[in-house]
């Protein structure tokens, strides 16, 4: 491995800020948001308290199911004695998907004195971790929507993030297609995402992808279908959209469009298409069958899966808000799985941000029952790639939806870790 590990040094000029006062919609899973002294678990009898956030009811992203599903664990633990014999309290907060949302959020945790932000979405990294570096507050399991979830030095990723996602289905699609179009975000996230593709493409060998912007609030996406089918349209020819919650509006617009062009084969990556859309589009004889998906995890229907569904079906049942195939929702239920099992690495003493980094930082090496590689953040563990340099886990899965299901097409994990150092 290359590369000097990045030391971090507090900005003064953030210091005033930790002590403003959040205007934000924060609920507690046991006491509302005033949450007593020490809630960060100092001594036995106090509860652990952490925060999960996550853009809500807005006109573009959503992820209601991020927070539910931090609740939904908080029940269930606490039903079974807590994390180490400690209570767990989850407080919540919506980021509106804006920096100044996220900013109020991750102030909110500084002003509660959480002990961490555990399994979080915003697409507003910078926003949302200078206030909780300065206040030494350590970030677990985020969405990786953001490059700055992988550059932060209290962030702790559980997955490889939109560039291992963007890498391997470059991977993917270049032993299958011929000519590839990317359609994404016109964003500053969306900017990176040609290149981490292209990255997975040349390892194949292949030509360029196409780079086809979309805006993120779009609710007629026809100019952009008509702009991918001209560049895809031929033999082996493929269409691959990464636009989160915008991707069906997408392929909604490429559907109806598409039979004035020749056919070709569609691709998106886990969390702009998932299980619950392909069912709600018509499973095996909708528009994904055939699709081509990279994921982080196994898919949906894994037995790996079976201990979150059964606290989803114990602790949200008919909270709808909560879909087990949902990769926010994935992603939230392994990052507390990394929170218990540092606390419980604790062995009873003091809970608190300092500890738990100091936990995380001193190899503490967290298994998740196969739904990940095992997950340690030593300095050996990161790999070598520059713009991504707190990345521990570059596995991603291949899957493909097949009577309207999604299965693997190829077994096990494929590691892009070298192809995401080349693509830096």
Known sequence: MTGRRRTFFPRPSKAAALAAAAATACTSLIAGCGVIPGATGGSRDDPITVMTWAPEKTKATNKPGVPAMAQAYARWVNAHGGIDGRELKVLTCNDHNDAVGAADCAREAVDQDVAAVVGAYSQHGRSFLAPLEVAGIPYIGGYGITDDEFSSPLSY???????????????????????????????????????????????????????IRAPEDGTDLTPQAEQALKHAGAKDGCVTAALGARTDTFYDSFRRTKDDYPPVRISSVLGSVDQSLVDRTGGASGPYEGAYVTGWYPAAGDTRWAQMRKVIREQAFGDNRVDPADAGVQT?????????????????????????????????????????????????DLIAASEFPRLINSGVTFQVVRDGKFVPARKGFVNVEETLEQSA
């Open 157 to 211: 990723p559980v997955n490889g993030g939109e560039p291992a996602l963007l890498a391997g289905n470059g991977r993917q699609l270049a032993a299958r297609c011929d000519r590839v179009a990317l359609v994404r975000p016109d964003t500053l996230a969306g900017d990176e995402l040609p290149k981490l593709l292209n990255s997975g493409l040349r390892d194949g060998h292949h030509k360029p992808v196409a780079d």
């Open 332 to 380: 939230t239920w392994i990052a507390y799985t990394v929170l218990k099992q540092a606390v419980e690495s604790l062995n009873g003493g003091e809970v608190s941000a300092h500890t738990l980094r100091r936990a995380l930082d001193g190899g503490l090496r967290v298994e998740t029952g196969g739904l990940t590689p095992p997950l340690s953040w030593r300095f050996e």
